[in-house]
């Protein structure tokens, strides 16, 4: 079974400033996606960003780029010219791409990371 | 993007009653959704997945008798808490992937429901 790790519960930031959240997370396939989504307080999830795990280039959104470490297992999220609506909170989830796995479609989520921006 | 709508978003109900939520896929079809739970400041647990014309599967420890799911159509999978305890409490999430999401990966999340037990 996969599983996913966030080991930072709460990080800060000042407004305009650069902060990166770490996951980490264990798998035996080698084809799978990873996200990161953002809930905010009204709970709404709402994707940031994807990563096919076949593809070396890390994925980029605007202000939110990943640095995506295959072997190392690692996938970490920078979030640039941070703003005061980046404030919630982030889950790091993992899917697997395998069409005929018992696992195919479900998200495995870590435990996430609350996000506080400053003024 | 594809849009997924939960019903009610927020129910108290008296201990012992039962509850349903609905969730929708809005604009697509939808073969498979999943159930989170999600209690306060911590992370989403899988609850079952939703399989449209069969059986859902449960996630282990989940109790299939108190949590029913039935996944009547394409467009529509309800979650039944069947004699609801305060600890039923909850913050309670659908998710589906639309047809075109296989090539993304993507999930699509509901609203969430928010039940509260007296």
């Known amino acids: 079974a996969q599983t996913v790790t966030q080991s930072q519960p709460e990080m800060s930031v000042q407004e305009a400033e650069t902060v990166t959240l770490s996951c980490t997370y264990d798998?035996?396939?080698?084809?799978?996606?990873l996200f990161w989504y953002k809930q905010p307080p009204s709970r709404q999830m709402i994707l940031v960003i994807r990563?096919?795990?076949?593809?070396?280039q890390n994925a980029t959104e605007n202000r939110f780029s990943v640095n995506f470490q295959k072997a190392a297992k690692s996938f970490s999220l920078k979030i640039s010219d941070s703003q005061l609506g980046d404030a919630a909170m982030y889950f790091c989830?993992?899917?697997?791409?395998?069409?005929?796995?018992?696992?195919?479609?479900?998200?495995?989520f870590g435990q996430g990371t609350i996000l506080t921006v400053h003024p | 993007g594809a849009v997924v709508s939960q019903h009610p978003s927020w129910v108290i109900c008296k201990s012992g009653t039962s509850v349903k939520i609905e969730c929708r896929s809005l604009d697509f079809q939808a073969t498979t959704m999943f159930w989170y739970r999600q209690f306060p400041k911590q992370s989403l647990m899988l609850m079952a997945t939703s399989n449209e014309g069969s059986k859902a599967t449960y996630e282990q420890g989940v109790e299939k008798d108190k949590f029913l799911i039935n996944h009547a159509s394409l467009t529509l999978s309800t979650l039944t808490v069947t004699s609801a305890h305060p600890e039923d409490s909850s913050f309670y999430i659908c998710?589906?992937?639309?047809?075109?999401?296989?090539?993304?990966?993507?999930?699509?999340f509901g609203e969430g429901s928010r039940l509260t037990v007296l």
């Open positions: 998710s589906a992937p639309s047809r075109g999401g296989t090539s993304t990966g993507e999930l699509f």
């Open positions: 798998t035996s396939e080698s084809d799978y996606y």
């Open positions: 989830a993992y899917r697997s791409f395998d069409a005929g796995g018992t696992s195919y479609g479900k998200l495995t």
């Open positions: 990563q096919e795990a076949y593809k070396q």
